[in-house]
């Protein structure tokens, strides 16, 4: 079993940053591609962004390219997002994420753990 918390969330101006964090216990973190998701006020949670055991590799959904940046440190069994020119758009519960299956297939009903969620807001 592997608990995930997430740490980080809060209420920024448009075009400021901030820097989730998901802290994973357990022994097979290293083995899990881990990820974020999202959910907006009366809208379906969505795919963010996610990243291979490794770390070679990572995955973003198109709104965010170029703005967040995923990574993980596998000594320390944690995964970040770094946001950064925040948008109204991006206020969210963000939902930390992991799953056997690879960051490839990063989707909601193949995921194999979660956080309870950070919630972001981007206002002025």
């Known amino acids: 079993q592997v608990q995930l918390v997430e740490s980080g969330g809060g209420l920024v101006q448009p075009g400021g940053s901030l820097r989730l964090s998901c802290a994973a216990s357990?022994?097979?973190?290293?083995?899990?591609?881990m990820g974020w998701f999202r959910q907006a006020p009366g809208k379906e949670r969505e795919f963010v962004a996610a990243i291979s055991w490794s770390g070679g590799s990572t995955y973003y959904e198109d709104s965010v390219k170029g703005r967040f940046t995923i990574s993980r440190e596998n000594a320390k069994n944690t995964v970040s997002l770094q946001m950064n020119s925040l948008k109204p758009a991006d206020t969210a519960v963000y939902y930390c994420?992991?799953?056997?299956?690879?960051?490839?297939?990063?989707?909601?009903?193949?995921?194999?753990?979660w956080g309870q969620g950070t919630q972001v807001t981007v206002s002025s």
């Open positions: 357990g022994r097979t973190f290293s083995r899990l591609a």
């Open positions: 994420a992991a799953s056997f299956r690879g960051a490839g297939t990063f989707e909601e009903a193949l995921m194999n753990f």
